[in-house]
């Protein structure tokens, strides 16, 4: 059985002396009247990124100060008068400036606030525009989660611990690969920047990643992060494919890892051309 609503009519308001403006008005009131709980952040969303002002703020009913004065008068002080703000749970509401949102990973959240609020109530994967007091509307984005690929998952299927997995698993694996936009890469951390190759069981080796947090965590595993900050470069997949049958062909690498380690998987070069012509 459904929950049954329960409305209220204006007109009973007014028998008893009340309307619905002074009920926002007395709620809004309330709510000024507890100070929010605001942090200012500095995230670095994406390596390589110069740091991201931010204004975090968690309590119970975070979500709420969209309609705070004060708080919104906060976040316009610290970052700007056009922000994006979110909402990715009852008690969080997230602020970044919007030009910054636009340019960065900032814009999904999905590594620091999203990701940590997979099992809550989302109620929104997207983004809204907050200018001079007001919210002027939502900002276009595709929820991260589904509009990513998991290469966790698909790596699994593709390459399992025990056996191997089917040709379907591999091409799904292999079709979201080369559907990205690009490759980043890890870089030598002194000299020319040019990405990084190690040798394996007597063979050269590149790697590549599909998206920055499997990127870093290779980065910290061998110890790879500049004091300049440069550690990777990216290459758009075509691009990053003629990189590849190039250095193969000259005898710099044997082949690429993929997601090296988070898991991951490798091919020797040819077969990455060869791969993409079967599916492409």
Known sequence: MGAMKVGVSRQKLADEGLDLETLEQSLIARMVATTPSIQKMDLSLELGDPRIPMVFVQEELAATRVLDPACVETIHRELGEAVALGLPAGHQLVAVPLKTAFESDALTMNRHLYERAEAEDRLTPGMFLLQQG???????????????????????????????????????????????????????????????????????????????????????????????????????????????????????????????????????????????QHLF
């Open 134 to 276: 007001k919210l002027m509307g939502r900002i276009a984005t595709a929820d991260p989660r589904s509009s990513k690929p998991d290469f966790i998952k698909l790596s699994q299927a593709a390459h399992p611990a025990s056996g191997t997995g089917t040709m379907e698993d591999k091409d799904a694996l292999w079709t979201a690969l080369f559907g990205l936009p690009e490759w980043y890469f890890p870089v030598f951390p002194e000299g020319p920047i040019y990405p990084f190759l190690s040798t394996i069981n007597g063979k050269r080796w590149a790697f590549a990643f599909t998206e920055p947090s499997h990127l870093d965590f290779f980065l910290k595993e061998q110890s790879l992060q500049a004091a300049d900050g440069r550690s990777f470069l990216t290459m758009p997949v075509d691009g990053a494919r003629q990189w590849i049958a190039e250095n193969g062909d000259e005898g710099k690498i044997f082949g690429v890892h993929f997601n090296f380690g988070c898991p991951g998987w490798f091919a020797p070069y040819k077969n990455v051309e060869v791969i993409y």
